[in-house]
Every structure is written in structure tokens, then in C-alpha cells.
């Protein structure tokens, strides 16, 4: 039980384009996902708190604009990368929180998304 | 600012040594620390540790926290070359988690 998927796995795009990554809970549902974004050799990066139903909840730095969150039903919120620029190029890892857990160390991961950005 | 730091950034052991890492924290509102596992791919999930000086244990891992000197240590026994992976420590505090940067363990055969 508790499995996320990500889709695609892997997607090169050219600069300007716009690319959307979907989060899927499989065997659970989830009114809280998370997206976060990884560098190579860095740790992962909190970028966004999705919620079903309302908007998500940006961190610091990051461009809501840009990157849009929506998070349209209980085991499926997507990600967004719009006017893509080689510098967006990144691992792109959601995890997704079960409902009605209380506690967000619950949270279990997708297999992220590599994005290239050309 | 909160933050999230591990020890050493990275670690080359042989076959059957016994390594430590650690996790030093400064967070406000502390819940919790983990400590994920990551391969290529996702991080998955070792342990959870909320109160200071009981260790969990899981096969040859084993970890425990220690509140007062906000810190944490994942120990692993008689590694194997399948223990070669990114250890992450992160923190949970208030609705979301903070990593750190991870300490890249390799052991050679």
C-alpha cells in the first residue's frame, strides 16, 4: 500500500514551453500532497503544500505564477512549469500526505520527475 | 532560520564496516526528525524519532535522537554494498519537512 506515482518520469522540453507533472496517490487519498524540487547533489527543496479543494501554499522564492499547483481531487494534484528556462531543469519529487493522517512526517514519495530544459 | 545539517557530506566505507551519520538541527516548533534512504529515485522512509534517547531499530540500522543537543545519529552495521545510497535526515516542524543535505555513503566491495 501507499504508493505515489509521477508522471512522466522524464521529459525534455524546449525553453518556453510549458510542462504539467502529475502526482497520483494509488491506494489512498490525500488532501495534502507536497512538491518538492532537488538539484543534483542537494537535498530536497520544499517548494509548494498542495490542498484538494484550495491553493496551494507557496515557500519563499518560489514564483506561484510560474509554477502552478492545482489539486483537483483526493489523489491527484499536478505541477505546472510554465515558460520553462534551461535553469528550471531539476528532479521533480511530490509525496503525498494519507487522510486522515496527522502527522506530515507521514508523507510518502513519488519517483520524481527529471525535467531538461533545452 | 531553521535549518538542517549532516555530517559528513560524504562517506567511503569497505564491505562490513559500521558507519555513523549525523543530523543537527535548529528548528522552532521541533515534531519530529526522519531519516529517508534514497537511491536513484524517491526517498523512502527508515525511521521516525520523536523522543530523545530511544532507539529504533530496524535490521542492521538503527537510529536515535537526542533533544538536548538537537541531534540526531543513524548508525549501520556490517554494511553491504546495498546500503550504497543518499541518507537524508529532515525535520518536521509545524505542517511541513526540512531536509538537509544529505550524506552520500559508498561501499566498495
Known amino acids: 500500500g501507499a504508493v505515489v506515482s509521477q508522471h512522466p518520469s522524464r521529459v525534455i522540453c524546449k525553453s518556453g514551453t510549458s510542462v504539467k507533472i502529475e502526482c497520483r496517490s494509488l491506494d489512498f487519498q490525500a488532501t495534502t500532497m507536497f512538491w518538492y524540487r532537488q538539484f543534483p547533489k542537494q537535498s530536497l527543496m520544499l517548494m509548494a503544500t498542495?490542498?484538494?479543494?484550495?491553493?496551494?501554499?507557496?515557500e519563499q522564492g518560489v514564483e506561484k505564477d510560474k509554477f502552478l499547483i492545482n489539486h483537483a481531487s483526493l489523489t491527484l494534484s499536478t505541477l505546472t512549469v510554465t515558460s520553462a528556462h534551461p535553469e528550471d531543469s531539476s528532479f521533480y519529487i511530490c509525496?503525498?500526505?494519507?487522510?486522515?493522517?496527522?502527522?506530515?512526517?507521514?508523507?510518502?514519495f513519488g519517483p520524481g520527475t527529471r525535467l531538461t530544459v533545452l | 532560520e531553521d535549518k538542517v545539517v549532516q555530517s559528513p557530506l560524504s562517506l567511503v566505507v569497505h564491505e562490513g564496516d559500521t558507519v555513523t551519520l549525523n543530523c543537527s538541527y535548529e528548528?522552532?516548533?521541533?515534531?519530529?526528525l526522519l531519516w529517508y534512504k534514497q537511491e536513484k529515485k524517491a526517498p523512502t522512509f527508515l525511521f521516525m524519532l520523536t523522543s530523545s534517547g530511544i532507539e529504533k531499530k530496524s535490521g542492521r540500522l538503527s537510529s536515535i535522537l537526542d533533544k538536548k543537543e538537537l541531534s540526531s545519529i543513524l548508525n549501520i552495521t556490517a554494511t553491504q554494498t546495498g546500503d550504497s545510497a543518499i541518507y537524508l535526515c529532515a525535520v518536521e516542524y509545524g505542517n511541513k519537512l526540512v531536509f538537509g543535505a544529505g550524506t552520500i555513503l559508498r561501499v566498495k566491495s
Open positions: 509525496s503525498a500526505k494519507p487522510t486522515p493522517a496527522t502527522r506530515v512526517g507521514e508523507q510518502f
Open positions: 528548528v522552532t516548533n521541533f515534531r519530529s
Open positions: 498542495s490542498n484538494e479543494g484550495s491553493k496551494a501554499t507557496y
